[in-house]
């Protein structure tokens, strides 16, 4: 079965499973955890404790709100 999983991580990508994360980080004013699996860092919501959705991302990249931490 971790050879399917191999496959499909290295056709399609990692999944960044919410497991396999680390603690948060915070470094110029942006939190985020890492992937323990490919080392992408993945943004976190320091007020709510969980990672943010790529709507919300998106949102905060493109300046139509403020970038705090836990805006909605």
Known sequence: MNSMSNLLSLLF????KLDRLSRPF???E???KV???CGRHVPYDAVLFRPL??????RHASGGTR???GYR
């Open 13 to 16: 990508g990692c999944r960044h």
């Open 35 to 37: 992937c323990l699996d």
């Open 30 to 32: 942006q939190t985020y």
């Open 67 to 69: 970038c705090e931490p």
């Open 53 to 58: 959705t790529r709507s919300e991302i998106k």
């Open 26 to 28: 915070t470094h110029s």
